[in-house]
């Protein structure tokens, strides 16, 4: 069964720091690149970062740029999102998200997401 499992959200004040982990099982980790992405209430999905297979391409939303670190450890079948500086815009939930080239069409497993609340 292919799951994505999210961590680390919660409540923090503006200026802080979280850091996210998304646990991947059922399926190989390696291939897939990973992303995250966040949806504000009443906003559309976004996303935020995304790592490709082995880490040598690495893309950010460009108002996270400078604040927000993606990185895998594929033999833990993990990715992370340090989050640091965090600003009321911030908040939202946070979804985990594993993507390939199938045989026949894309493969995109989701998580159920994580809450992140920046508010003083």
């Known amino acids: 069964q292919v799951q994505l499992v999210e961590s680390g959200g919660g409540l923090v004040q503006p200026g802080g720091s979280l850091t996210l982990a998304c646990a991947a099982s059922?399926?190989?980790?390696?291939?897939?690149?990973m992303r995250w992405y966040r949806q504000a209430p009443g906003k559309e999905r976004e996303l935020v970062a995304g790592?490709?297979?082995?880490?040598?391409?690495?893309i950010y939303q460009d108002s996270v740029k400078g604040r927000f670190t993606i990185s895998r450890d594929n033999d833990k079948n993990t990715v992370y999102l340090q989050m640091n500086s965090l600003q009321p815009d911030d908040t939202a939930v946070y979804y985990c998200?594993?993507?390939?080239?199938?045989?026949?069409?894309?493969?995109?497993?989701w998580g159920q997401g994580t809450q992140v609340t920046v508010s003083s």
């Open positions: 790592i490709t297979r082995a880490g040598f391409s690495i």
């Open positions: 998200n594993a993507v390939a080239a199938g045989p026949s069409r894309p493969l995109d497993y």
């Open positions: 059922g399926f190989t980790f390696s291939p897939y690149t």
